[in-house]
């Protein structure tokens, strides 16, 4: 199976590294010196990584065969792809590969079906499941421990504990005010 672990940003300096723009939770495992990454567009690789470094809190890397600024800036945009074993899990106990999240059906603790994940969305501060409902629309379920009870491989299901609003319209009101402005 093929993952996305980085995508190339603009050449540093002289002499052929590059940014990189991470997307693996393991980047000391697959972006370390030796891994041969596949790429797309696909005619620009396989790269092989040369040298790897951190520089003002980005990653640079080297090639095998990128020796100047004109060739490095020439993989610009690259996507950057690790062959990865369908069963491999991730090192850390709770975290999943994308892969393994893909279909698992939703349902909440009590049971009640919410529907399919059809996507993972990583953002900044969390990643969401964007889960397709029964009636075809769809619904945002961040990502976190305090909503995602559990995550069942075995039964390809997530188990969530939703606060009320995040799947339903009946959200809780936590305050009303009279129409002086005063709390009650």
């Given at each position: 199976m093929q993952l996305v672990v980085a995508r190339i940003g603009r050449a540093h300096g002289i002499k052929g590294e590059v940014t990189v723009e991470v997307r693996t939770d393991e980047p000391e495992l697959r972006l370390a010196p030796g891994a041969v990454l596949f790429t797309d567009p696909a005619p620009t690789?396989?790269?092989?990584i040369e040298t790897g470094r951190v520089h003002s809190g980005r990653l640079l890397l080297r090639f095998e065969g990128v020796r100047d600024r004109n060739a490095a800036e020439a993989l610009r945009n690259t996507l950057l792809i690790a062959e990865v074993d369908p069963e491999e899990l991730p090192e850390e106990e709770g975290e999943y590969y994308d892969h393994q999240l893909m279909d698992l059906d939703v349902v909440t603790v009590d049971g009640a079906e919410v529907g399919r994940i059809t996507e993972i969305s990583h953002l900044p501060s969390q990643d969401l499941f964007i889960v397709e409902r029964p009636d075809g629309s769809e619904v945002m379920i961040p990502f976190v421990e305090s909503i995602v009870a559990?995550?069942?491989l075995e039964e390809q299901r997530a188990v969530i504990d939703p606060p009320p609003g995040l799947i339903d319209?009946?959200?809780?009101?936590a305050g009303t005010r009279d129409p002086a402005g005063e709390e009650s």
């Open positions: 690789g396989p790269l092989t559990e995550i069942d319209d009946r959200a809780e009101v």
